[in-house]
């Protein structure tokens, strides 16, 4: 396929736009001297990890024939609020995890009720970044509602709460579909949104878009189950079998390994199907989805 051939620098000049971009942010905020709230969000930022949804927000801008340039603002303030959800799940409250890709969680680095406020500030952080984008007025605000309804109570939150309900319960399998929608879809949703939105993009882009990301979240969703039960914790950071642990119910629970994986499979064609309207404009977009139904990590 033509498009695997520049695949990983496109990737890694996406991911160095965005760790700049990201880097200026909190290095500013350093500067100004805000304490140790301040050095442990730029510990969970800077130890970054793969990137994912700042590089669909840039893409979806692109490939909506938009300097992506225009959509970084967008894209760090996704990456905030995903920053802080991490921080937050790993709270002991939440799922009570030691270690975030491979290094001490925050809350183990920082203590409990500094890791609650860094996650707090990255969180108000990413609105203030938003709301500085050099867009139309227009543009910025519906970004800004569509950020926090994505992770927020209509959202991420919601899902959240769904997952810790699941834990030592038993839940069906349109449960644990709706509560990954929410939990892990509406944050991808979102990215691919706001880089329509930076762009502009008619009716049919942000619906296709739509189309993609919701696949492609559920898709990313299975893997991190399978990961979890087939995956190398060292190249996850993380322990694995923290579902088994916690009597979760995941897609591998309820359909085995084998099933998951051809669901996987399946979300990952139906998102890859949703991008014919762009044409060969979108053929990074293909690839990255291929690439995370394949992901080690
Ligand atoms: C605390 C409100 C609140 C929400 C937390 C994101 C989340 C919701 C929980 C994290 C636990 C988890 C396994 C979520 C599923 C989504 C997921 C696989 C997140 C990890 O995303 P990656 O792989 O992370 O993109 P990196 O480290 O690459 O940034």
Redo the contacts with the bound molecule.
Sequence with gaps: MIYKMNFDSVLKQYADVINEALNNILNEKQAEGYGKTVSSMSYSIKN??????PVLTLEFCRVCKTDFEKAIPFACAI?MI?????I??DLPC??DDDM??GLPANHIKFGETIALLA?DALQTLAFETLFKAELEPAAICRAGEVLARA?GISG??A??EM?LENEDNQINPEQLQQT?LL??GR?IECACALGCIAAFANADAEKAASDYAKNLGLA??IV?DILDVEGNSELL?KPTGSDGENLKSTYVSIFGIKKAKEMAAEHTKRAINALAVFGSEANFLRELAENLYLRE?
């Design positions: 970054g990890g793969k990137r994912i949804r990456e995903h920053t802080y959800s991490l937050h799940d939440m799922d975030r890709r996650g992770a991420m939150v899902g959240q997952d990954d939990k892990t944050l990313f969703q991190d950071g990590r």
